[in-house]
Structures are given as C-alpha cells and as structure tokens.
C-alpha cells in the first residue's frame, strides 16, 4: 500500500519554528495537489495549506504570513515551514496527495 512519509513534527515553543516533510514514493507526486492538515482531538481535520503542481497555493488564514508549503519535485517531497507558532497550531499534522495521506506527525506548541 502506497503510503507517505512524514518527519518533523515535535515540540516546539511559543514563537518558535518547525518544518515538516513528507515523501512520497514512485510517481505519485506529480499531477497532485499537495497539503497539509492538521486535526486536534474534538475538532474535524481542517485543511492548513496547499500547493499545485504549477504552484498556486492555499493558506489557512490563521497561518497566513507564518506558515509556507512548498514542494520539490525532483525529491518528490512536500514541506511545510512554520514560523511564530502559537499554541492553536498545535495538533497531529497529515499530509496529502488526492486520495493519499501522510500517518501523521504531532505538533506541540507548549511554554
């Protein structure tokens, strides 16, 4: 079963930045519209960012001039940089491609 890999979540500090990456295998990533999710216990998966093949992206408004998805073909790997982290943008964060998802990786912003 096709699955992506992501790495990078963590602790991290008011203020604070994390990237997280994720790879996905074969030839999967292309024609794809990649992004990230984030999910909190209670609350439904919400869509945090996205980016196009021909690199039209999205952006959660909360995150907006913080957060940056960016995506390297040739190493078929999705990132998302996050700057001046708040305690809301903590959660389990998945990434995506169509029907294809990331196993999740924790993000904790904690003083």
């Known amino acids: 079963q096709v699955q992506l890999v992501e790495s990078g979540g963590g602790l991290v500090h008011p203020g604070g930045s994390l990237r997280l990456s994720c790879v996905a295998p074969g030839s999967i990533f292309s024609g794809r519209t990649a992004a990230w999710y984030r999910q909190v216990p209670g609350k439904q998966r919400e869509l945090v960012a996205a980016?196009?093949?021909?690199?039209?992206?999205y952006n959660l408004d909360s995150v907006k001039g913080r957060f940056t998805i960016f995506r390297d073909k040739g190493l078929k790997t999705m990132y998302l940089s996050m700057n001046e982290m708040t305690l809301e943008d903590t959660g389990v964060y998945y990434c995506?491609?169509?029907?294809?998802w990331g196993q999740g990786t924790q993000v904790t912003v904690s003083s």
């Open positions: 995506n491609l169509g029907d294809l």
């Open positions: 980016i196009s093949e021909g690199r039209t992206t």
